[in-house]
């Protein structure tokens, strides 16, 4: 059975950092492009961050540029999400997501995207 697990979420002083984790089971995450989601209260979900099966293609949003960084750990099979600099506007919970058949494309709108994880409050606050 395919899951995702998000974790690491928790609350942060403007400026700080958090790291999450997106941890798979039942497939290869190696194999399957991997994205992360937002969404705060009243508010649509936004496209964070993608990358591909191969790592050949990376991209962020707008909003996240510079900031926030995703990586793959393939013995893990996790992938993560290094969040620096972060702002009040930060505040959402986070998923991540996957496609359940092997893909090479990354893309930040969540329309192809099959699989959810339970996502992982993320506050920023001081």
């Known amino acids: 059975q395919l899951q995702l697990v998000e974790s690491g979420g928790g609350l942060v002083q403007p400026g700080g950092s958090l790291r999450l984790s997106c941890a798979a089971s039942?497939?290869?995450?190696?194999?399957?492009?991997i994205g992360w989601f937002r969404q705060a209260p009243g508010k649509e979900r936004e496209g964070v961050s993608c990358i591909t099966s191969a790592d050949g293609s990376i991209k962020y949003g707008d909003s996240v540029k510079g900031r926030f960084f995703i990586s793959r750990d393939v013995a893990k099979n996790t992938v993560y999400l290094q969040m620096n600099s972060l702002k009040p506007e930060d505040t959402a919970v986070y998923y991540c997501?996957?496609?359940?058949?092997?893909?090479?494309?990354?893309?930040?709108?969540?329309?192809?995207?099959?699989?959810w994880g339970q996502g992982t409050q993320v506050t920023v606050s001081s």
């Open positions: 039942g497939y290869n995450l190696r194999d399957h492009p």
């Open positions: 997501a996957t496609d359940g058949t092997i893909q090479t494309w990354c893309t930040l709108s969540d329309q192809p995207y099959d699989f």
